[in-house]
């Protein structure tokens, strides 16, 4: 008996969920993986006495930055330890809608208390990442509310290294809770507890605008002030990787005292590198940075936000020789703006226009926005939208809504092609932040065939209904 993939894939799931896959082939996955993803529920101490239990990659959260080399496929074993089925979701990486890991592009689940095991196919170089996409809703312990993230660096296969060090920072906010603007000025007591103890407040809810908050937040797993300073001598040149890797928050990040030069967006390199005071990334997306350091002094690397710092969002950077208590000023710097990366060429030929408005509107019986798309919101059962293979088509983003999302293709990358009226070319990107009533267009050739995920990295808003899924043909 032959069996073909589909086989493959049944004979998998009625065992447990191993699964074996490249062009059918079994012999490609003999021999040791060279990622091992270990799902399991952890107790993460993101400060002295102060642990958050969650459910983490290898141990932590992050997990470990997980180095593959260009062009190479990678055997990727997944070991899910909880209860709960889930997807581990590859960002940034070109890979088979079977494992990118979403429900909605049917991609292979990791069982609850099971296994998976695939080949990815061989990258380009970048920094990429690695998070949980499951269903969240109002469990705010799962999908990207939890620990559940990684760094993936596919390494270049010649480095010219124009640095001295390399570090990767890792942006999350801890202990989500809903909140609205009022309840935010009172307590931090999760909505469903202060129903409980008021149940008046139910009715009034209704009428609400529910937003996530958070009690506290880290860099690289540890709030300000606790775990090791990044330790750095003057004159040195840092490569710094930068990755928002929040549930919903898109932030600002400064580092007083010095500028960023910024070389690469989600992991692409820019067509003209341009100094910043201020690095901004929605949801999802990475900044690749190189900062000199020409200013002594123990400095904070953190939020612009002074709440959002002194919850935790912040690390300290430390020149060798240098002690005291690590400093703050805000930037006095320009915003950011994808313009200024800009190619500054004219944009291509395009074969097809696809409006995509986005609104919202309260739903019906619950008490949540819900979000739409050109006046719809994502249901299962819709029929999803085809795109032609190779074929450029041009989305055109109208934002109605006052908040800012950041948006995300799957299983592809897109070009830039207008913010909010400028120009932008040679900007390649997986997730951009579209402003609050702002307007962008962006350019997509999908190369890959197969169900094909459009979101808002944003979780409360995806798991509200703000997705969208194409099938390229
Ligand atoms: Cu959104």
Redesign the pocket.
Known sequence: MTLTRRDLFSLALATGGEILLRRGSLEALSGRPDVTLRIARAQIEIASGHSIATTVYNGGAPGPVLHLREGRSVHVEIVNETDREEYVHWHGLIVPARVDGTQEENSLPVPAHGRLTYVLPPQRTGVRYVHSHAMARQDLNRGTYSGQFSFVYVEPRNNPGRYDQELFISTHEWEPYLTNDELEEQSFEPIDQQVREQPALAEEMKHEHWEIGYKSASINGKALGHGEPLRVKEGQRLLFHVLNASATENIRLSLPGHRFLVVALDGNAVPRPALVDILELGVGERVDAVVEMQTPGVWIFGSNDDVLRDRGMGIVVEYAGKIGPANWTDPAGQDWDYSLFSAGLAPEKIHATMPMVISSAMGNGNRFEQ?LINGRTHSGIDKPTTLKRGERCRFAFQNKSD?A??LHFHRTTFEMVRIDGRPVTGLRKDVFLLKPFGSAEVDLAPTEPGLMLFH?H?QF?MDSG?KRVFNVV
């Open positions: 979000w908040d999302h950041p808002c944003n808003h703000f």
